[in-house]
């Protein structure tokens, strides 16, 4: 019959120090705890993508106002840079859709439709679409872009007192005539917006609504893993005393002269999150990271 052995252990390859013995019981506890807090930075991953596009499209931006600086004049590349522009639009776009679209089905999954977390996540999504255009504007045009193609529009850059800018406009009429599904709420506001508007304004405008709600939800959320932080803030705490290394939980099984190792790394960032706790985190040649505990909670 296998054998299995659990430990809290450090490693510093290519020596694993163990620091106590764990029961199973502990061990498949542990394990649920780091399980729980891993799901939520997984979670997490689909705004960070919404966060990467975003920044793709403000770098992008930056780089055609330079080249506009440089050479005012109209160019045969304006076309292109028109359209390297709306694809990382799109692309922000619907990376919104699907973080909207999965958080709303996790937390309905997760919590149940009558927890307060997903009714929190329905009114703050409500609130933001109900009282600004640009959340309800930007959401039908990723439907009209996939019913209708590019919006028509064009580039322009504006040189005043308050500096250089580059502005992405939209055609409000052609978008009207092409697109019969814009809603109650959004067509009479495209119906007063100018002829020509800038898109980039309400696209500023869209991602900080999104990162106020996706901030709310994740408080929510960790205050409820409070206790496990907690319990693997404490785990991590008891590996650093007068051991350098990697922290980790570690199932052993098999014959001892050729042993199966299962090892379970502590996640530090969520941790951090959930205990206020601030880490040095030291780079490790294997696929994880030491760390330095720098502060502790306040009371």
């Known amino acids: ?32 705890e780091i399980s729980q807090l891993k799901k939520f930075q997984t979670e997490e991953q689909l705004f960070r993508i919404i966060e990467f596009n975003y920044s793709d499209l403000k ?15 109209p160019n045969t590349s304006e076309f292109s840079q028109y359209l390297d ?20 089905t996790r937390l309905k999954r997760n919590y149940g439709e009558v927890s307060e977390e997903f009714k929190l996540f329905k009114k703050l999504s409500a609130e933001s679409f109900d009282n600004h255009f ?5 959401a039908k045009l990723r439907n009209y872009s996939q019913h209708c193609g590019l919006p028509a529009g064009s580039i322009s850059l ?11 406009y ?15 709420l959004v067509k009479p506001d495209l119906q007063a917006q100018k002829n020509e508007f800038d898109i980039f304004p309400l696209i500023d405008n869209k991602i900080s609504l999104l990162k106020d709600i996706n901030t709310k939800i994740s408080e929510k959320i960790l205050k409820e893993l409070k206790n496990e932080g907690k319990n693997l803030l404490r785990l991590i705490i008891e590996t650093q005393k007068n051991n350098i290394g990697i922290p980790c939980i570690l199932k052993v099984s098999g014959n001892i002269n050729n042993p199966t190792m299962q090892m379970n790394w502590f996640p530090y960032e969520i941790i951090a999150l959930t205990t206020g706790v601030k880490f040095n985190i030291i780079e490790s040649e ?3 990271d030491s760390a330095e505990i720098l502060s502790m909670p306040a009371k």
């Open 1 to 32: 019959m296998q054998e299995n052995t659990y430990s809290l252990a450090v490693i510093n390859s290519p020596n694993i120090t163990g620091i106590r013995t764990l029961s199973r019981v502990e061990f498949e506890k542990i394990s649920n």
């Open 85 to 104: 522009l709306n694809r990382l639009i799109l692309n922000l776009l619907s990376s919104i859709r699907t973080y909207l679209d999965h958080t709303e």
């Open 170 to 184: 939209l055609h409000r009429d052609n978008l009207l005539k092409n697109f019969d599904s814009w809603g109650a």
């Open 59 to 73: 770098d992008k931006k930056k780089y055609y106002l330079n080249q506009f600086i440089v050479n005012r004049n």
């Open 286 to 288: 294997r696929n994880s």
């Open 134 to 138: 640009a959340y309800r504007f930007l």
């Open 158 to 168: 504006t040189d005043n007192l308050n500096g250089q800018d580059l502005h992405l």
